[in-house]
């Protein structure tokens, strides 16, 4: 079992920078895949980015890629999304979510098996 906590969500204005933690519980976090998704009002959750077990890929959305960056530290059992040059599409609700890191599919938020309970973005413009 796993549990995830996201923190790090909050207001900032267009341009601007946060910085979203998701801590997990459990032993086998180091051998899992994780993801952040986000889901706007009135949207379907969609794919942010991606992480390998290892840390040794990691996969973006094209609407993130270039201002958003993934990464792990299997030591303390935390994933992390830096978010830069935000803008306000960007405001959603902000999920990790964690799999078994059998390769592939990365994007889809069905292969996930544990979900936190989200961190609101909002971007003012």
């Given at each position: 079992?796993?549990?995830l ?107 996930y ?8 973005v909002?971007?003012?413009?």
């Amino acid at each position: 079992q796993v549990q995830l906590v996201e923190s790090g969500g909050g207001l900032v204005q267009a341009g601007g920078s946060l910085r979203l933690s998701c801590a997990a519980s459990g032993r086998t976090f180091s051998s899992r895949a994780m993801g952040w998704f986000r889901q706007a009002p009135g949207k379907e959750r969609e794919f942010a980015a991606a992480i390998s077990w290892s840390g040794g890929s990691t996969y973006y959305a094209d609407s993130v890629k270039g201002r958003f960056t993934i990464s792990r530290d299997n030591a303390k059992n935390t994933v992390y999304l830096q978010m830069n040059s935000l803008k306000p599409e960007d405001t959603a609700v902000y999920y990790c979510a964690a799999r078994r890191d059998y390769g592939g599919n990365y994007y889809i938020p069905s292969r996930y098996d544990y979900w936190g309970q989200g961190t609101q973005v909002t971007v003012s413009s």
